[in-house]
């Protein structure tokens, strides 16, 4: 999950050390998490877009994602459920995602 920090104007000219922050490496104004792995809010366009070994992973399970035009805006757990899985079934995939697509 990709978490972002707005820094007030004020800030901006303030250096903070990198020990406040030691679960993220910052980039001007904005900071991003070290860990922007797969997870069940990210739509199948962004997964497909990221991570295009996704494709054929998705393909095993019954998810020919690659082709429908909901794929955009549906998110991984609206696709799978709507699919007729369950959250265990979820879970597996995401996590088969991780492994292999990242």
Aim: aromatic share 6%; net charge positive; hydrophobic share 35%.
């Amino acid at each position: 999950m990709v978490k972002i920090y707005a820094l007030k104007k004020k800030d901006w000219t303030q250096k903070k050390p990198a020990e406040q922050w030691p679960d993220i490496k910052t980039r001007g104004t904005i900071a991003m998490s070290k860990e922007q792995n797969i997870n069940k809010n990210m739509t199948f366009g962004e997964l497909l877009k990221k991570y295009p070994k996704a494709g054929p992973i998705l393909a095993n399970h019954g998810l020919h994602c690659i082709g429908c035009h909901i794929s955009v805006f549906e998110t991984l757990e609206q696709g799978i459920k709507a699919h007729g899985m369950n959250d265990s079934q979820l879970d597996t995939i995401i996590g088969e995602l991780n492994s292999a697509a990242v």
